[in-house]
């Protein structure tokens, strides 16, 4: 029987683990721990880091993972880097669950740039307004930019204030749909977006709005990592399992 680790905090990571409840496989979901309430699971769950990839790699032989299942953000690039090379020390196959990168299309305004400090830097030059689409882990990286006006969206209101002195703060859920989006941007005169390729259709409400009303985007392109499996449907995981775990391949836990 297999012994899953699925590392999560997507909405992808939890329909997999209601895919693995219903058939019955053991699992457990972990969660970095930047969300402060989250979603109720049907398996067990484990909140917090491993340290590093020895701790990864302590909690894989401990617990006689067999299988680990990285479906983190896929801007999550410390964890799974550090989920391949546990993976690989222990001896347990590794497979992703992921989103397609989003490609722009006709009557999308993106520009391009590789990493956080890169969109701090974009954005020198006279005021705008800007959705910050980043979530709350790198918004005040953006304080070096004072002279905009930010309009951000958080899951979970924050302990402390961002450190942007000219921002409007919104936290919601979701879901987002585009209608709503194309009124938020509205309302707040947005000329330009400012996002990670997540990937996915959850968080595309954005891109399409911006496409609709000519906003600009910027685009922050998604980490390079090592070459890994990966998959885009939870149903591909539990396709892998059945495979992996017909073949009858001897373990390293």
């Not at 609709?212 to 990592?225: K, N, T, W």
Request: hydrophobic content about 45%; some cysteine.
């Amino acid at each position: 029987m297999p012994n899953i680790l699925l590392l999560g905090g997507t909405t992808e990571a939890s329909a997999l683990a209601r895919l693995l409840a219903n058939a019955g496989v053991p699992a457990t979901l972990s969660y970095a721990g930047r969300t402060d309430n989250p979603r109720p699971q049907p398996v067990p769950v484990r909140i917090g880091g491993f340290g590093g990839v020895t701790g990864l790699a302590t909690y894989l032989r401990d617990r006689a993972i067999t299988h680990l299942i990285d479906a983190t953000h896929p801007f999550a690039a410390t964890m799974s880097a550090h989920a391949i090379a546990a993976a690989r020390e222990v001896g347990v196959p590794l497979v992703a669950l992921s989103r397609p990168a989003w490609q722009p299309i006709a009557g999308d305004r993106w520009s391009r740039v590789p990493d956080i400090d890169s969109a701090v830097s974009a954005l020198a030059g006279p005021a705008r307004r800007v959705m910050l689409a980043l979530g709350r882990m790198h918004v005040d990286a953006f304080a070096a930019q004072p002279q905009h006006h930010y309009l951000l969206r958080f899951v979970d209101a924050p302990d402390q204030p961002p450190a942007l002195p000219r921002h409007t703060l919104i936290v919601d859920h979701g879901p987002f749909t585009s209608e709503g989006d194309r009124a938020l941007m509205q309302a707040h005169a947005i000329d330009l977006v400012v996002c990670k390729n997540a990937g996915g259709i959850g968080a595309e409400a954005k891109l399409i709005a911006a496409r609709e009303l000519g906003v600009p985007v910027l685009m922050i392109d998604r980490p390079a990592l090592p070459d890994r499996m990966e998959v885009y449907r939870p149903e591909d995981v539990l396709a892998w399992l059945d495979h992996d775990t017909a073949s009858g391949t001897k373990r390293g836990v």
